[in-house]
């Protein structure tokens, strides 16, 4: 990428008296998406800030007439003290702690054995393996959803037959369930991201490293992880402002089991029942703007944390 | 004495590039890997091992999919009383019929909407992502560098954050409840231009424009007739991972959609599931049903186009 940054100053300088009619019509073709994203994208976020510091206040036992009136802080105060929802985010955090990294220990095997085997068999296994990433997410959970059902589903029967009493949408098994559905869903496509870093690496090391007696194991753990290292901490990324965000897997799985997964089970939830179930947009307002402060503090650190580490 | 064995297995390493067929795809840079070798230097054990391990993931893979095949065919009844892993009485046709004619056909108008809003949608988030990643990537100009800065910034703006203020914008515009408020947002995707302008750098040489230039054509000409053109692979991908995306896309439709002729098949799919809890009325049979059918575009759509999506799969890795 850096030979091209260097390449794109060339035409402008070389010819002075197009440079800023050519500039310019370059510049045009950003255009388009740029109104867009000031409509769509920066609006919205400076009326996210601006309804957070308001507030809708009924006067006369709610009879009278709505007034909004500037609040300043209080929101956010209010917010920060909000137990409920503070309860979600650690529900949610622990999951991502625990997810997020199986998640990526689980594609890195997939993605290293099917690096290791034989190309006819990598092909054959490809294709059935990327099966999950081509179903929709709320398919996916829909399915599961059943799998999981007491009444409609194998699993249950089939744990009963070993002896196991399970229950899926019990309030200790729940975060199990919806990590195993995530896990299916994305461990396909983390696979196949893997799996084409690791192809971009030139065959020669690895076998100068078999010349030099390192075993398929060794190979894989100091030559090929570490190959791939750059990948997995932006597909992680990815999946750290993706699980902190994780609203359709609970709503749907609370249309089953509504006394385990409450209103107000992750973030978002939340958010969603106080803006259209509460209606207290203001709140809401304030609340998605914390929660964007978490998720973006997280994901800095996780990056100045994985970039600072020896690359080796 | 393993050393000297290893290394007389290597030679025919060199030799292999020419009889593996081209790389189909542009990004993707390999070298040789010898499939020869392979049976020479992995152990009998390691490979049993390898196998084994890919056919458990297959299996876990596929599991859950054959019990949306099964469950499919099955009565609402058997549904519940039958093995989950086996068919029992062949019902396909009925469920078929039941699903498509619920409601004055519901379902159909539902598939249309998520196909319509999808496509749209689509191809308008292609052609602007496309002309500003190109843009981005062949011209330089003041304030580029502010805009890439915005465009990878915006990757960390939770979707969440925007969703009550869009509300909030979409109603004061008054396109809550209609179409265009799924598919005008849906334009503009900050993702799709950095995925546009990491391929224009790679597809179009920048010698080629200059050549265009000095031949007299105009910048606008050039893009349409060189530029969109070196860049249709990657038009191609970023289209399908945006269908994938609308395809998919929930809380959007679920925030700005209100009567259900206008949903899209999952948030259908969703208040069939919700009825059980609501009424107490039991949709089970046409939520399967209805969810392979829903699965149907989406599982043509990427075995058709395996080969762009696998090009979206290594510029995402080559970041």
Redesign the interface.
Known sequence: ?AV?VD??????SR?PR?HRL?????????L???L??VV??V???V??LR?SFYREQSSGLGFGEETVEFVGLDNFIEGFEDDRFWASMLRVSLFALVCIPAIQILSV??AL??D??????ANL?RL??L??Y???????T??????YSP????LT?MFDTVGIDANFYSGEMIWVSIGNLMA?NA???NM???Y??L??V???IY?SA????AS?WRVAWSIKIPMVR??LV?TTMLAI?GT??I??DP??FR??T?ETVTRDFT??MA??DW??AQGE?NY??AL??I??LV??TV?ALFYRLTNKAPTS | MTTATHAKATPPEPTTPSTRPPAKTPIRRRTARGTATDGVRTTRRTRALIITGLALFTLYSLAPVWWLIVSATKSQRDLYTSNGLWFAEFNLMQNLEDLFTYQDGIFVTWMWNTLFYGFVGTAGMTLISVACGYGLAMYSFRGRGFLMGCIVGSFLVPGALLTIPSFLLYTDLRIVDTATAIIVPSFFNAFSVYLAKVYAEGAIPHELLEAARIDGAGEYRIFFQIGARLMSTGAATIFLLGFVGMWNSFFGPLVFLRSSEKWTVMLGLYSWLKVKTDQSVDLTGMVVVGSIISLIPMVVLMISMQRFWRTGVSLGSLK
């Open positions: 990428m091209s390449q794109r100053k060339l035409p402008t010819l197009w050519v500039a310019l019509k370059g510049a045009s073709f950003t388009p998406f740029f867009g994203f769509f994208t609006v919205p976020l009326m996210a309804e095997l997939l054995l099917l290791s085997a034989t190309q006819r068999a296994f059935p393996l099966v999950p081509m179903i929709p997410g709320i398919v996916a829909l399915i599961w959803v059943y799998v009444d409609v589903g194998p029967p299916w461990i396909g496509f196949l991201i893997i084409a870093s192809r971009s030139p065959r020669e076998d078999y010349v030099d007696g398929e750059r990948t932006l402002i902190l965000q609203f359709s709503v749907l249309s089953m509504p973030p978002i958010i969603y803006a259209f947009i809401a307002s998605s703007i929660l964007a998720v973006g994901s």
